[in-house]
Nanobody, 117 residues
């Protein structure tokens, strides 16, 4: 089974940028549907971005044009480049992977992103 470890979270001022990384081990990340999700305190976890094995991506409306998800097959990692950050982007961000045709998701431990002056 694949294990996922996020990194790159932190504090940034509004308008700033951060890049989250998700390192995979125990499996080839390129064959998984991968995604970035976030959860604010007291709220449900929501999808931010997803990336299919062939490389098709999709984003929740609130981050379109600001966030970009990518994958490096040689590093076995996925990334979330976040630009133009807003206070409402403050959340714990989670990396998720699931094999197509299966129902068992794999999650990372989460990375905190705080956007504040």
């Amino acid at each position: 089974q694949v294990q996922l470890v996020e990194s790159g979270g932190g504090w940034v001022q509004p308008g700033g940028s951060l890049t989250l990384s998700c390192a995979a081990s125990g499996g080839d990340i390129s064959i998984y549907i991968t995604g970035w999700y976030r959860q604010r305190p007291g709220e449900q976890r929501e999808m931010v971005a997803i990336l299919s094995p062939p490389g098709t991506s999709d984003y929740t409306e609130s981050v379109k044009g600001r966030f970009t998800m990518s994958r490096d097959n040689t590093q076995n990692k996925v990334y979330l480049q976040m630009n133009g950050l807003k206070s409402e982007d403050t959340a714990t961000y989670y990396c998720k992977a699931i094999l197509p045709g299966t129902s068992r998701p794999y999650w990372g431990q989460g990375a905190q992103v705080t956007v504040a002056s």
